[in-house]
C-alpha cells in the first residue's frame, strides 16, 4: 500500500487547506495507516507492505520514514533529473534552475490542487490568457474542459516534449534542491550514502 503525503508533485489527493496542515502529514499518516493496515495482517496471516511517499528525496528522508514503519518509499522528483528520464532537457533543467519560493500549488482543471514549478505558462493562465480550443482526450470526468483555462493533458505532453510556452512541469516540494543531471547509478550511490549518514548519526 502507497500511502503519499501533501509534499508530492503533481496532482494531490488532499484539499489546499490540508497541504500544510501537520495532521495530513505524511509524518502522521504513515504510522496510522500502518496501525489500521495491521488489523488485516494480523486477520489474513498477510504481509501488507506500506510504502511511504511524497517529498522524499533523500536518503535522510528515507531513513525517517523507515524507522516510522514503512517497509519502503517512492520516489519521484529525484529521478527526473538523471539521465535515463525520458523528458526534455528544459524540463530538467527546470528543476536544476527552480528556487524553493518557484515551487506552488494551483488549481488543476481536473479538480484538484496539484504542485508545479512557476513558468510563464502558469502566470497567463493565472492572469486569464489561455483559453482551450477543444477537449482532444476526454480523459477525467472531473475535469470541465468547457470552463478551463487550458487542457492539462496537452500542458503536460507539450512540457515532457519541452515545450514550455505551452506546457509547465509538475515537480515535488523538494525539487529545488537537485543542482545537475547525473545517472540512476550515482543518484541512488549518493542516496544510499545520506542513508547511511542518517543511520551513523542516530547509532
Given at each position: 500500500m502507497?500511502?503519499e503525503g501533501?509534499m508530492a508533485?503533481?496532482h494531490l489527493?488532499?484539499g489546499e487547506?490540508?497541504?500544510n496542515?501537520y495532521?495530513?502529514?505524511l509524518?502522521?499518516l504513515?504510522?496510522?495507516?500502518i496501525s489500521?493496515v495491521?488489523?488485516?495482517?494480523d486477520t489474513?496471516n498477510?504481509?501488507i507492505?506500506v510504502?511511504?511517499a511524497?517529498?522524499?528525496?533523500?536518503?535522510?528522508?528515507?531513513?525517517?520514514?523507515m524507522?516510522l514503519?514503512?517497509?519502503?518509499?517512492q520516489m519521484?522528483t529525484r529521478?527526473?533529473?538523471?539521465?535515463?528520464?525520458d523528458a526534455?532537457?528544459e524540463y530538467?533543467?527546470?528543476?536544476?534552475?527552480c528556487?524553493?519560493?518557484?515551487i506552488?500549488?494551483?488549481?488543476?482543471p481536473?479538480g484538484?490542487p496539484?504542485r508545479?514549478?512557476?513558468?510563464?505558462f502558469?502566470?497567463d493562465?493565472?492572469?486569464?490568457?489561455?483559453?482551450?480550443i477543444k477537449?482532444?482526450?476526454?480523459?477525467?470526468r472531473?475535469?470541465?474542459?468547457?470552463?478551463?483555462?487550458y487542457?492539462?493533458?496537452?500542458a503536460?505532453?507539450?512540457?515532457?516534449?519541452g515545450d514550455?510556452d505551452?506546457?509547465?512541469?509538475?515537480?515535488g516540494e523538494?525539487?529545488?534542491?537537485?543542482?545537475?543531471?547525473?545517472?540512476?547509478k550515482d543518484?541512488i550511490s549518493s542516496?544510499?550514502?545520506?542513508?547511511?549518514?542518517?543511520?551513523?548519526k542516530?547509532?
Open positions: 502507497v500511502v501533501p508533485g503533481g489527493g488532499f487547506d490540508q497541504i496542515d495532521e495530513y502529514s509524518e502522521k504513515v504510522p496510522e495507516i489500521e495491521k488489523k488485516f495482517e489474513y498477510k504481509p507492505p510504502i511511504a511524497g517529498g522524499i528525496y533523500s536518503g535522510e528522508d528515507i531513513h525517517k520514514y524507522k514503519g514503512a517497509k519502503g518509499v519521484a529521478f527526473v533529473t538523471t539521465n535515463e528520464c526534455s532537457i530538467k533543467n527546470s528543476y536544476i534552475n528556487k524553493k519560493e518557484d506552488t500549488i494551483i488549481a488543476s481536473v484538484m496539484g508545479v514549478i512557476k513558468n510563464k502558469i502566470e493562465v493565472k492572469n486569464g490568457k489561455r483559453h482551450p477537449c482532444p482526450y476526454h480523459c477525467i472531473t475535469c470541465d474542459f468547457k470552463n478551463s483555462p487542457c492539462i493533458a496537452l503536460l505532453i507539450n512540457s515532457q516534449k514550455l505551452n506546457g509547465f512541469v509538475f515537480a523538494n525539487a529545488f534542491k537537485t543542482d545537475k543531471i547525473v545517472s540512476v543518484m542516496v544510499r550514502e545520506e542513508y547511511s549518514v542518517a543511520n551513523a542516530e547509532s
